[in-house]
């Protein structure tokens, strides 16, 4: 069957369906591409342009070019590697433990389909990572805790940033300024949740980053509700790129600092930086 038809028969079953169809196939041909691996290059900023712009390179997810991704080996080799910040992604299981990991299920990276928030951290520990780049060289790797990924700031001397999935209660806030704190790790909270950082706001004088895909007038007028929180933006969305990346600029002259996400391009984040955006946050990058 020809591509015309195939796309033909998709428009018809779409118009036929009110669109239940077609939208169906789309999501499913954006999970099958979700859950490939994709391979990041490794690349220094070194020699290039951007060497002398001051830009503070944030490893995502840890150094997930080379290392499963939100894992404790990720975190070593970022820090190996020289990062000024490492972020992650938290969970907390439903026995009061943070745990990192992206997705709200676990399948893309072990196969089974868990929960986080669901399960016991002991549960969780039964599951081993099946994914990631060069996931052979660590066998029977489990979850991280989140205490591990400070303890590898630490070590590492990098910046923590922690990204917190979906809205919180002010309960749980507390318990991620108490942990920053004890470790005494400079740290970033973000998240795509406004009500997170208010109430995060509300304990912790921390940087903090509102998470957007593309940049509206509102989200500005947001982060200016709060004392230091900025914005973070998908820096491979082409919205945020137009026009000399316009809304990046109104951003800068609103006063707000800048944060992209997950660029792995250098020639990209030259113009980002061009904005005055010093926060590149990158899965293969490197100074």
């Not at 080379?66 to 992604?89: F, I, L, M, R, S």
């Not at 070590?155 to 922690?162: E, F, G, L, S, T």
């Not at 790790?185 to 950082?197: R, S, W």
Request: charged content about 30%.
């Amino acid at each position: 069957m020809n591509k015309k038809i195939k796309i033909g028969m998709l428009s018809a079953l779409g118009v036929a369906g009110g669109y239940g169809i077609y939208k169906l196939v789309a999501q499913a041909i954006w999970l099958h591409n979700y859950f490939q691996l994709t391979d990041y290059p490794v690349l220094s900023i070194k020699g290039s342009v951007l060497e002398d712009m001051d830009l503070k390179l944030i490893a995502h997810r840890g150094f997930r070019a080379v290392a499963p991704e939100n894992t404790v080996p990720a975190y070593v080799k970022a820090g190996e590697a020289g990062y000024w910040g490492a972020e992650c992604d938290v969970y907390r299981t439903k026995d009061g433990v943070w745990v990192l990991h992206h997705d709200p299920y676990t399948y893309r990276m072990m196969g089974d389909v868990k929960n986080p928030e669901k399960c016991t951290y002991e549960e969780l520990m039964k599951l081993t990572y099946k994914s990631g780049h060069n996931i052979a060289e660590y066998p029977d790797l489990k979850f991280a805790r989140l205490e591990e990924f400070y303890e590898m700031c630490k070590k590492y001397n990098m910046h923590a940033v922690v990204e917190i999935k979906y809205d919180r209660s002010a309960a749980y806030m507390k318990e991620l300024v108490d942990m920053a704190e004890r470790f005494g790790v400079d740290t970033t909270f973000i998240a795509f949740d406004f009500v997170n950082l208010v109430e995060l706001r509300k304990l912790t004088d921390a940087p903090l980053f509102f998470l957007v895909y593309d940049i509206k007038n509102s989200d500005i007028k947001k982060a200016k509700t709060l004392d230091n929180c900025g914005i973070s933006f998908d820096g491979n969305d082409k919205r945020n790129l137009k026009n000399d990346c316009e809304m990046v600029r109104k951003c800068r002259d609103a006063g707000l600092d800048t944060a992209t996400w997950a660029v792995d391009d250098l020639d990209l984040i030259k113009k980002i930086a061009d904005t005055g955006t010093k926060f590149i946050t990158t899965n293969g990058i490197t100074y």
